[in-house]
């Protein structure tokens, strides 16, 4: 049969708002989150990382926030601009070796101009 | 510094038939990942390689099969195509299996 698409979230946000993007995971013992911006056409592309020993970590107008109580993070895009669209994932490591990550259902992010 | 490169970019394949897709690392890189990505299932995990010997594997039939070159290039190969493996397969390399991943742009399989 036909298999049913995922339904990704969407944000819709016009330039110049802050974006918040979230992300819930479901092992506790989880060290090591990642961010990925994915654009239409292209594979995904780093953004930032942070390790459970942080609750915070900024970068270019970009901040992820980690919340290990209740197991979620969120990426914060500052000055959201047109080039920002895109499809944001989190992921983490399956085990020791951080090339083999579990990726999140992800975000799609639309800037309005 | 030249990215990871994929080829072929896309490819129509029918079923039953087989395809095989290379990835060329970042130069220096020797771990190569490879994911599927499905609007279904979202991006998978496949396999990881480093220096030649597969690290990890994922939930995947025996049809994916993959390998890694001296060089570190890496193909991936499909067996006996069916129309689910329709998707965007991805090939990630790093430094070290602890280092960054740095994504292609994919090859497209369609599968008829």
């Known amino acids: 049969g036909e298999s049913v698409g995922l339904h990704l979230p969407t944000l819709s946000v016009q330039e110049g708002d802050n974006s918040i993007i979230n992300c819930a995971y479901s092992?506790?013992?989880?060290?090591?989150f990642i961010w990925y911006k994915q654009e239409s056409g292209k594979g995904p592309q780093f953004i930032i990382d942070i390790r459970s020993n942080m609750d915070k970590r900024q970068g270019q107008r970009v901040t992820v926030l980690l919340n290990k109580t209740v197991k979620h993070l969120s990426l914060q895009i500052a000055a959201t601009q047109p080039g920002d669209s895109a499809v944001y994932f989190c992921a983490e490591p399956v085990n020791s070796g951080y090339s083999t990550l579990t990726f999140g259902k992800g975000t799609m992010l639309l800037v309005s101009p | 510094k030249a990215g990871v490169t994929q080829t072929p970019r896309y490819l129509i394949k029918t079923r039953g038939q087989q395809v095989t897709l290379s990835c060329s690392p970042i130069s220096g890189h020797r771990s190569v990942s490879w994911y599927q990505q499905t609007p279904g299932q979202g991006l998978q995990f496949l396999f990881e390689y480093f220096s030649e010997t597969q690290r990890n594997k994922g939930n995947f039939p025996g049809r994916f099969s993959g390998r890694q070159f001296s060089n570190s290039r890496s193909e991936m190969n499909v067996s006996t195509l069916e129309l689910g493996d329709s998707a965007l397969y991805l090939c990630?390399?790093?430094?070290?299996?602890?280092?960054?991943?740095?994504f292609g742009e994919g090859s497209r399989l369609t599968v008829l």
């Open positions: 990630a390399s790093s430094f070290s299996v602890a280092g960054e991943l740095f």
């Open positions: 092992n506790s013992a989880s060290d090591y």
